[in-house]
């Protein structure tokens, strides 16, 4: 069993949404701002090979939006998933199950691609997608605070392309015996998001999406001012660095451009960044 970055496109968000009440000059130490208050973010994708099942763990933008929408996220385009998926020796029809952590648009737009007269069919013919039905209703019947990150064309073709799955709260994602792929279901960022902890023989992988964006987000009161129910991010943060610190989880950030993966540490400050590592310092 394997696992595989699948870099989606770099991006840029505004500093201070991303830090939430945290003031300029501490964050830009670890996350430094463009003249527009933009700061660099990645849209790294989690390929997990097992067996004969595929799983491509986020999706990223996609690149069916206008170029006036991109625009406002300054994507370079340097990256995208067929060429990350090629990279790692597979394509789009290899994928047999794509798992959305959630379904903002920088999360699943990639699941989704525009056609000829503004016709929507999924990217992956070949996959079941999965969310779960508290986040899906979410996503459906956005309030009004997040209902720019819930883009109808991405996703009213996932429910009717018959490919749409649910997976049940405190259940295994498990595609073979080998590979132990839990999810940690969490509200602070949006109703719950999953989190996915893939074991590896003795090392536990954890996919963060938004519940820790970057290695600069690592201490507590560090949160988004995107989250929801930004208290409740306090606590879940807190609870799964100190269990990551303990327990030696390896973090995969999925916004971060320079952190691939990283450890935590306890100090006598609370946890703080132990190591940053590669994909290749681990996997080659």
Not at 25 to 44: E, F, G, H, V
Not at 179 to 189: A, E, R, S, W
Request: hydrophobic fraction near 35%; glycine fraction near 6%.
């Amino acid at each position: 069993m394997k696992i595989h970055s699948i870099e989606a496109g770099n991006f840029k968000l505004d500093g201070g949404a991303m830090f939430g009440v945290v003031p300029k000059s501490l964050w830009q130490r670890t996350n430094p701002a463009d003249s527009n208050n933009m700061i660099d973010m990645a849209a790294r994708c989690l390929l997990v090979e097992n067996g004969d099942r595929l799983t491509l763990i986020d999706t990223g933008m996609g690149n069916k939006q206008s170029e006036k929408f991109f625009g406002y996220y300054f994507m370079d385009h340097i990256y995208d998933l067929d060429s990350s998926l090629k990279k790692a020796g597979f394509s789009r029809d290899d994928i047999t199950d794509v798992f959305l952590t959630h379904l903002h648009f920088d999360h699943c737009g990639g699941v989704i691609e525009k056609k000829k007269n503004d016709f929507y069919e999924p990217a992956f013919a070949n996959s079941t997608f999965w969310t779960n039905k508290e986040h899906w209703k979410w996503a459906i019947e956005p309030n009004a605070r997040e209902k720019a990150s819930f883009l109808t064309e991405n996703i009213k073709p996932i429910e009717e392309s018959g490919q749409l799955n649910f997976i049940k709260q405190n259940s295994s994602f498990a595609t073979q015996n080998e590979m132990d792929f839990d999810i940690l279901f969490v509200d602070g960022h949006t109703e719950k998001m999953m989190i996915p902890h893939i074991t590896i023989g003795d090392k536990t992988f954890v996919y963060m999406a938004d519940l820790l964006p970057t290695a600069g987000h690592i201490p507590i009161p560090y949160v988004m001012g995107y989250d929801t129910r930004p208290l409740l991010t306090l606590d879940e943060k807190s609870k799964f660095l100190n269990e990551a610190a303990t327990k030696g989880y390896y973090l995969i950030l999925e916004h971060d451009p320079n952190n691939e993966i990283i450890t935590v540490k306890h100090t006598e400050k609370g946890v703080r960044l132990d190591k940053s590592l590669t994909f290749n310092d681990l996997f080659n």
